[in-house]
DNA sequence: GTAAGTTACGAGCGACGTAAAAATG
DNA sequence: CATTTTTACGTCGCTCGTAACTTAC
């Protein structure tokens, strides 16, 4: 039986036209290359070649033999990448969060509690959740509200609220709770890669001009230094705190208070279930 | 890159359970195939065993890289087949003809011409014949009659007279001629491996019983000794000669003198042409 | 104790590179 | 004379088999 370094061999041969170029591409002295296709041909039991003395170039068979050849290298490359992804899979859970906020809780508990597991987490808007969900591209994803359908497993996580978070000397600083569209029109700071969140805020406040900032360091020193409204949570405030020059004030819409829900396929709820079991207790 | 070989002894292992059969069925020691699939782990950078001290069965990712693997050698395996067969057409010229006489002077004609080409022959039935030369299974057929079609190229060979050969006390041993129904019912001796001639006397003598002989010596023997009537034919008398004992006398009806044609596709035209031209110059 | 798998070690075969030869333009 | 291919030859590395060790039934 040939091998798939001699196949391989075979293809540069075609592509480059003399063995002497396609030696140099395959790393390989020239010599070695003429033995190699050689041996193809005796144990083909089939000549590949057109020789002429100091030239060389594929007969019919030698043209058919590539073609294949491409075929099983093809294959074999199929082989490896697939097989990887497969393995990948097997190594690492994909979850994918509507919102950044769930994630700070659940990626450690799931790391704590597959310690072998490679936890690789994004954030993704809610029809690409569903459809990653289904296609498997994600084991877990975060929905910021329930669903029922067969074959998928639904539990709730957990609540966040949100809140407008403004300066002392803020007309509104004062109240108790406001409506997105109390702000409306106004120039906010507005974090990026927030999820859902980010089309919430510009569907309830229109005409409010978003400063958006990319890095969160950069979007925490801003908060501090501007005197520009901006949104907070009571799970970023719990973790993080309050920037100390700031008053944080609960948005009356009921769009302003989520529930999150944790989904996955019914399928992967046993792998999963260490985890869920975990956030039942809690 | 792993090589086929470590696929196929994949393969092997998956099948028979355990390295140790394996192995024997590889012809191979069991340390070398256990080195050689952890070397193969190695080099797809994936696990595909389950390993338990003394016991090894594929995990998951060794069923699916299974799969593959026989997809590839599945592949291979048809490159060896396919390129052997197209090999083969470049160095053989299959003819197939209706009877064995053309083939007598067209065998020996095409081998001189084409002294580094394998001549196989064949004898077979019209349909048969047809149909293998539009499957380019035949390069070339002998046809008892000519055929006009498209792409198919079409000339004549030259002719056979059927006479019948009689013990000279038959008591139609003195005709000039005779039509094949003046002997219907009699007891005959007939070569077997004639082509289209057996069905031909089947249809013209159908009350006739035929003693099939499958060897050309023995058949010749049985003449000589025999007092059964037997056909034989102008070609066959110029080449071997008419038995001593025997009365030859032409057969009457049309279907007993044939002309033979050689057909071959139009696009084998050039390849044969040499053939053709010496068929017209002799 | 038998059967299976891995590791260790030494040997042989095969593939490689260098060198040389032949042929072509 | 440069380029390309094939053949010759010596070396190195890889794979093999034997042997030893471990584990399980």
Known sequence: MFELKQLKQLVTVAESGTLSKAAELLHLSQPALSRSMQKLEEELQVSLFERQKNKISLNQNGEMA???ARKVLRQSQDLI???RVLDRRQH???VASCAPTPLWEIKPMLSAIFPEITISTVIKGKNQLLQGLN???YQMVIMPEPLIAPDIYCTKYGDEHLYFS???DHPLSGCKELPFKSLDGETMLLLSQI???HDLHIQKMPNTHFLIQEELFAFGELVKASALPSFTSDIIIKRAGSASNRINIPISD???????YCLCKSNQK????PFFEKLKNE
């Not at 009921?254 to 999150?260: H, L, P, R, S, W």
């Not at 046993?270 to 279930?273: A, I, N």
């Open 66 to 68: 590539m073609e294949y």
């Open 81 to 83: 990448t697939h097989i």
């Open 92 to 94: 690492t859970i994909s």
């Open 135 to 137: 296609e498997d591209t």
């Open 166 to 168: 403004l300066p002392p």
């Open 195 to 197: 999820g859902f969140w």
């Open 254 to 260: 009921i769009e302003a208070n989520v529930t999150y």
């Open 270 to 273: 046993k792998k999963l279930l």
